[in-house]
Every structure is written in structure tokens, then in C-alpha cells.
């Protein structure tokens, strides 16, 4: 007689749990594997519906079925995502299955609706009518304001809204006026304006200083020049905003932020440079992507006890590239600068910089990609003193750029010991090491064994060098 197979002995708040961290696609997968695993996936408070994962008319059966079943045995819903990206997006479809979730409970809703081939598809009015929403991520949709609608999120905590259209009202208005609970808001910075003469109304001006007086985080997309001294002067009205975020800043000018609270801030703009003034005492950590001739200066009375992780785009390593660049990090030297160097454009590129200045201390800098030749490192070496080298990976095959490094750093004349090279002027001692994951600490590596394993080098693999210079002023 066959044993019986031994069933998944977990209790189904576990397996739920478990299945709530994979998508739906993955979560019904597991449903072949016991019929406890089944169950507990049949009662998910956690529904994915992606009409990617489905035809046309077998997505529409599916989830109508769903919900019918969820409403017949009074289940609730905590969160409901929806996805549809189809080319006969059913609107109608979409509206009935927000709104069933909505009546079910579900508090955190991520909608994700894009149709090229038709109209915009208009959020139900419910969504923004309930009392009991948490959390909402909409991507691709039109909001209404028009035909009365009320907002009356009031438990709304987390606002995220993405290539979303605004029609026939004012949403930045009415999340003052009824979505006080909101700590984190991503959307667009056109969404953050009103009209000027609103602004200037006194009493909307007072609203304004008990508006999101709980928000800890701020992301905008899109920063542009006429929503500048607006954005400036709003982020004021925040005492407990911790982290900022712009995505892409279009021709602003120069920016200005005064932020008690702020201690995080990221900025994003490779096309063209970025001006800005900070007054920041409680800044932690400055990150930065984008062009080397931006320009920042801080106040702040933090010290040194601060880091900034810049990103920079090269197209060109010209002279007026590292000057640009010696003077960004001299402008961030009271912080701890991680560097970070990703070459456009592959070319043999011959240092031409004979500038002279202060050497910025840099605490890390790492190689994105295996452009970088001996012309650019050059440079590097002429306006910073990096105390670690590192490449952002390793890809199998391809590691020249890691025997790069070796020959600029190192004298070929040693196999077994990390002599420095004596033509990168300052440069008194190297070492090189690997991450060691099982101890997760870095450990010191010959220099020999390195190069005879670099022929089967995996890409998980991370070496860095880490450097030694000779103290002086300028180059």
C-alpha cells in the first residue's frame, strides 16, 4: 500500500504570508504542490491581477470568478494590484474590479493602467472617496475632480502617482484639505502647484502650515522652472520631511532649499548642469547623478559626519571635464564622496588637464562600465586621491579594465607584492582585497593570485584596491 503523501503542515497565515512576497503569477504556481498550500492561496487577502499572465477573455473570467468567490465568503481584502497593459483594455472591466476590492477592504491599492490604442481610463471616484485607503500607487490613469467628487482619504499614508493626468479640479488642494495622515508622496512636480492667487489666500496660506505636517519623504519626477519658487517655498511648510528626491530637473536655474528636518536628498539631470544652494544642518547623505559642471554648496552643521555618492556621466574627457569635476568635489569636500565614473562613449582618450589646485580626498572611487582607458585615470588621478578603486562588476571574459587598473597602480616588476607604480605621482602603498561572503568583510588578496584568476573571474565577485597617497595640497 503507497504511503500518503505528507501534507504542508504549515498554518495557512504562513503560507499566506510567504505567498503575499510573489506575484500572482508565482503564488498560483505553488497551488500544485499540496492542498493546504491551495487553500490558503484561495483566501490570499493579497490579490496580483495581471492581465499579462492571461487572453483577453480568460482574464476577464478569472477575476470576475475571483471576486465573486471573495464576496461569497465574506473574505477581505488587504492589497489589490491590478496591471493591464493590453491592447483591448476593457475600462469598464478595470472600474468594476477597483471598486470591488475597495468594498472588500483592501486599504492599499497599486493600479497600473496603460491603452495607447484608446482613452485615458478615468480612476473610479471611490478611490479617492475611501475613508479607510493606506496606501495607493496609481500609473497610467486620469483623475477626475469634476462632477463633485469628494476626497476623503484622511488614513491616507503613502501617495505614489505616476503619468497621471489631473483634469476638472485641484489635487494638490484637496490633499491639503483632507489627506492630512500622508508621509510619503511621489508624483509629478506640476501636481505641487496651484494658482498664484490661491496661494496668496490667506486662509489657504494658513492650511498650508498644517499641511502634511506628517510627510517624511518626498519624490517628484519632473522639477520644472515655473514650479521652482513655488516647490522652494512650500518645502518649508514640512518640519518632518526627511528624504528628497527630483528625478529630472528642467532648466530651474539655480535651486534653493532651507530644510530643518531634511537628511536625505537625491538628485537626478545628466542633459544639462544643476545650480543649487543648500541650508541643511542635519543633512546625512547627498546623492547625485547627472553632469560634472553642476555647482552645490551646503550649510550645514554636520561636519564631516556626512556622505555624498555622486554619479558622473562622461561623454568626453576634455580639460574644461576635469576641471569641472575637480571643482564639484572640492565643493563637497566637508563630506565623504564616493565617486562614481560612467564613460559614455568609448574612445582612446589622451589626458590633456595640466590644471593645477587642491586634490580632493575621495573615499571611494568605482569604474561603471570598461570604457575607461589610461588617459582617463590620468586625469582621475590628477584631481582626486581615492582611498579604494573598485569596478562596478566583473563580466566573465572581459576583464580589462580590472588589468588596467593593475598596470596603472602597480609595478609590473612585482608578481608577489603590491609595489606602486611610480608614474602615478603621490602613490605610496596598494593593496588589493576581496569580499569575503561568508564573512562579509573584505580580505587582503595577492596581487598574483588576482591576475592568474582573472581569466575565470565570475561576476559576483568583488575586488577593490585600496590606495595609500602621499599627503600634499595641490597637483
Same mark, same amino acid.
Given at each position: 500500500m503507497e504511503k500518503k503523501r505528507r501534507e504542508f503542515s504549515l498554518p495557512p497565515e504562513i503560507i499566506g504570508h510567504i505567498q503575499s512576497f510573489m506575484n500572482g503569477k508565482e503564488a498560483a504556481r505553488t497551488t500544485v504542490l499540496s492542498k493546504s498550500l491551495y487553500n490558503a492561496w484561495s +483566501?490570499? !487577502?493579497?490579490? @496580483?491581477?495581471?492581465? *499579462?499572465?492571461?487572453?483577453?477573455? =480568460?482574464?476577464?473570467?478569472?477575476? +470576475? +470568478?475571483?471576486?465573486? *468567490?471573495?464576496?461569497?465568503?465574506?473574505?477581505?481584502?488587504?492589497?489589490?494590484?491590478? *496591471?493591464?497593459?493590453?491592447?483591448?483594455?476593457?475600462?469598464?472591466?478595470? %472600474?468594476?474590479?477597483?471598486?470591488?476590492?475597495? %468594498?472588500?477592504?483592501?486599504?492599499?491599492?497599486?493600479?497600473?493602467?496603460?491603452? !495607447?490604442?484608446?482613452? !485615458?481610463?478615468?480612476? !473610479?471616484? /471611490?478611490?479617492?472617496?475611501? /475613508?479607510?485607503?493606506? *496606501?495607493?500607487?496609481?500609473?497610467?490613469?486620469?483623475?477626475?475632480?469634476?462632477? $463633485?467628487? /469628494?476626497?476623503?482619504?484622511? %488614513?491616507? +499614508?503613502?501617495?505614489?502617482? =505616476?503619468?497621471?493626468?489631473?483634469? $476638472?479640479? @485641484?489635487?494638490?488642494? $484637496?490633499?491639503?484639505? %483632507?489627506?492630512?495622515?500622508i508621509e510619503k508622496l511621489v508624483c509629478d512636480g506640476h501636481l505641487l502647484s496651484f494658482e498664484k492667487e490661491m496661494y496668496n489666500n490667506h486662509k489657504l496660506n494658513g492650511m498650508l502650515e498644517y499641511a502634511f505636517h506628517k510627510l517624511k519623504s518626498l519624490t517628484l519626477d519632473t522639477l520644472k522652472n515655473r514650479e521652482t519658487l513655488f516647490f522652494q517655498e512650500l518645502l518649508l511648510k514640512f518640519p518632518c520631511l526627511k528624504f528628497l528626491a527630483i528625478q529630472n530637473i528642467c532648466n530651474c536655474g539655480e535651486i534653493r532649499i532651507c530644510s530643518q528636518s531634511l537628511e536625505y536628498i537625491s538628485f537626478v539631470e545628466y542633459y544639462k548642469a544643476v545650480t543649487a544652494e543648500f541650508d541643511v544642518p542635519n543633512i546625512r547623505k547627498f546623492r547625485f547623478e547627472g553632469s560634472a559642471s553642476s555647482c552645490f554648496t551646503f550649510e550645514t552643521t554636520c561636519g564631516d559626519d556626512w556622505g555624498s555618492d555622486i554619479r558622473i556621466m562622461c561623454y568626453q574627457g576634455s580639460a574644461l571635464w576635469f576641471s569641472s569635476l575637480r571643482k564639484l568635489l572640492q565643493n563637497l569636500s566637508m563630506s565623504k564622496v564616493s565617486l562614481s565614473i560612467h564613460v559614455k562613449y568609448p574612445s582612446k582618450y589622451i589626458c590633456d588637464y595640466t590644471g593645477y589646485g587642491p586634490i580632493a580626498v575621495v573615499e571611494n572611487l568605482r569604474i561603471m562600465d570598461h570604457a575607461l582607458n589610461s588617459g582617463l585615470l590620468d586625469g582621475l588621478f590628477l584631481i582626486c586621491h581615492p582611498k579604494f578603486v573598485n569596478q562596478h562588476y566583473f563580466a566573465p571574459g572581459n576583464n580589462d579594465l580590472l588589468e588596467l587598473l593593475c598596470t596603472k597602480l602597480v609595478d609590473k616588476t612585482s608578481e608577489n607584492h603590491c609595489i606602486p607604480n611610480p608614474s602615478v605621482r603621490g602613490l605610496e602603498e596598494v593593496t588589493v582585497e576581496v569580499f569575503e561572503r561568508s564573512l562579509a568583510e573584505w580580505q587582503p588578496l595577492p596581487l598574483k593570485t588576482l591576475l592568474d584568476a582573472s581569466v575565470n573571474l565570475e561576476n559576483t565577485m568583488n575586488f577593490r584596491f585600496r590606495l595609500r597617497w602621499r599627503p600634499e595640497t595641490s597637483a
Open positions: +483566501k490570499r !487577502p493579497n490579490l @496580483d491581477f495581471d492581465d *499579462r499572465d492571461f487572453g483577453h477573455h =480568460s482574464f476577464s473570467e478569472f477575476t +470576475k +470568478k475571483t471576486m465573486q *468567490r471573495y464576496e461569497d465568503l465574506n473574505l477581505k481584502i488587504v492589497c489589490f494590484k491590478l *496591471r493591464i497593459k493590453y491592447r483591448y483594455c476593457d475600462a469598464s472591466l478595470a %472600474k468594476e474590479l477597483i471598486v470591488r476590492a475597495i %468594498k472588500l477592504g483592501a486599504f492599499d491599492l497599486n493600479i497600473e493602467i496603460y491603452n !495607447p490604442y484608446s482613452r !485615458p481610463f478615468v480612476l !473610479p471616484d /471611490e478611490v479617492f472617496g475611501s /475613508e479607510t485607503l493606506d *496606501r495607493l500607487c496609481v500609473n497610467g490613469c486620469t483623475i477626475d475632480l469634476g462632477r $463633485n467628487v /469628494e476626497v476623503t482619504c484622511s %488614513k491616507l +499614508k503613502s501617495l505614489h502617482l =505616476s503619468q497621471v493626468v489631473v483634469i $476638472n479640479g @485641484d489635487l494638490f488642494r $484637496n490633499l491639503i484639505l %483632507k489627506c492630512p495622515s
